[in-house]
């Protein structure tokens, strides 16, 4: 009888960690993106490689013709123009016909460059090309670069001074420190790649913009990045999300002759956000916005302990 006890003891006991990882396993299952058993088992769903890409350009996105811009379906719904969830706005049409495209910001981009004269692309690209504005695209568990079910990404600032290509692009298969100062890190999961198209998110994505000769971060809720990767490690693609005018205001607000716009920035934003109504107000806080990039495949050195 004792002994039988005592068997019944120690069973139960081997059954506590047991449960534990019968529990863990089922959290992990719960999770969107590797959601069945069958992706768990699937081989590119074990531990992989990483593969580093590092942003080369990186632009405003623009409607043309009316009513087609690139973007992202960022609140899954097609918004018509009287439609009370978007405050208004209609969705726009991407060019190959995918409806509920969520990119208010692409609207706004003509008013802004004729504010500051068509350069802000240009203040980009410099930033990037002296090295002011490394972006790593860090995919980690890559196990397939063609097809991979289960692939996550780091997105984290370099540090180091690209060389240029003849097309005076930072050129590919570069080395770059990862930055240690003001280091801003973005992580997501459960992103997948689909015949050489890497797919990851909602996320929420900050990326540190130096315009007006000020630095600030956008940081985009419910972020989606897309991007194809070709064999030549070039990739080209998007990311997206929702933004908040009153922080690109606050952000810009010390720069050198901006205090002057600063209310027109507000009033256009505020008329063109279409995303997250506050349920009290039923005001749009947020714009939908996507930045269209390029990026080329790089060598992510971590950063030396002191
Ligand atoms: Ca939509």
Same mark, same amino acid.
């Given at each position: ?156 600032? =370099?540090?180091?001074? #690209?060389?240029? %290509? ?5 050129? $590919?298969?570069?080395? /770059?420190?990862? &930055? ?94 279409? =995303?997250?109504?506050? #349920?009290?107000? %039923? ?5 939908? $916005?996507?930045?269209? /990039?390029?990026? &080329? ?10």
């Amino acid at each position: 009888m004792a002994t039988l006890r005592n068997a019944h003891h120690r069973s139960r006991r081997a059954l506590a960690p047991m449960f534990a990882i019968v529990a863990s396993t089922a959290l992990f299952v719960a999770l969107p993106g590797c959601s069945t058993a069958e992706d768990t088992t699937d081989p590119t769903c074990q531990p992989g490689a990483s593969e580093a890409y590092v942003i080369t350009e990186l632009s405003f996105t623009r409607e043309n013709p009316k009513g087609v811009a690139v973007g992202f379906d960022l609140d899954k719904r097609v918004s018509a123009i009287d439609e009370q969830e978007s405050c208004g706005k209609a969705d726009l049409k991407s060019p190959d016909g995918t409806e509920g495209i969520d990119n208010q910001l692409a609207l706004l981009v003509p008013d802004v460059e004729k504010q500051v004269g068509n350069a802000v692309d240009g203040i980009i690209q410099g930033a990037i090309n002296d090295g002011r504005l490394l972006i790593a695209l860090d995919l980690a568990n890559v196990n397939d670069t063609r097809d991979d079910k289960c692939v996550d990404l780091k997105v984290s600032l =370099l540090d180091g001074k #690209p060389t240029l %290509g003849t097309d005076g692009i930072a050129d $590919a298969y570069q080395t /770059f420190d990862l &930055r240690k100062e003001g280091q801003l890190e973005s992580n997501a999961t459960n992103g997948k790649i689909e015949n050489r198209t890497f797919t990851i998110g909602p996320f929420p994505l900050r990326i540190p913009i130096a315009i007006f000769d000020v630095s600030f971060t956008i940081f985009m809720r419910d972020a989606v990045v897309r991007f194809t990767m070709d064999d030549e490690g070039n990739a080209e693609g998007l990311l997206g999300g929702g933004v908040s005018i009153k922080e690109i205001a606050d952000g810009v607000r010390t720069g050198a002759g901006v205090e002057r716009i600063i209310g027109a920035i507000i009033a256009a934003g505020n008329a063109a956000a279409d =995303l997250a109504p506050d #349920p009290d107000t %039923g005001r749009c806080t947020l714009i939908s $916005a996507a930045l269209a /990039f390029k990026a &080329r495949r790089a060598f992510v050195r971590p950063a030396q302990a002191p």
